[in-house]
Nanobody
């Protein structure tokens, strides 16, 4: 059974930075796409950033230039560096991985941007 464990959320002031991590564990052949999604209360879950096996990235327009997604294939880990955080970035953040052509989700980590 594959499990994704996230870390790095918390409370930060506007303009601050946070780094989220998500590590996969279990028996697996390979991880294809990795990504981060977020969901604020009353809103649908939305894609924040994604990264392919070959390192090709895509971002939501609202985070371009502020967030950076990266992956460490040796550690089965995906990261999200979030800079210049805004109150509207407040949400539960979920990592997603396509492992052996199956979709897996992390448990979610709360990011709150507030003064």
């Amino acid at each position: 059974q594959v499990q994704l464990v996230e870390s790095g959320g918390g409370l930060v002031q506007p303009g601050g930075s946070l780094r989220l991590s998500c590590a996969a564990s279990g028996i697996m052949l390979g991880i294809n796409r990795m990504g981060w999604y977020r969901q604020a209360p009353g809103n649908q879950r939305e894609l924040v950033a994604g990264i392919t096996t070959y390192g090709i990235t895509n971002y939501a327009d609202s985070v371009k230039g502020r967030f950076t997604i990266s992956r460490d294939n040796a550690k089965n880990t995906v990261y999200l560096q979030m800079n210049s955080l805004k109150p509207e970035d407040t949400a539960a953040y979920y990592c997603h991985m396509e492992v052996d052509w199956r979709n897996y989700w992390g448990q979610g980590t709360q990011v709150t941007v507030s003064s």
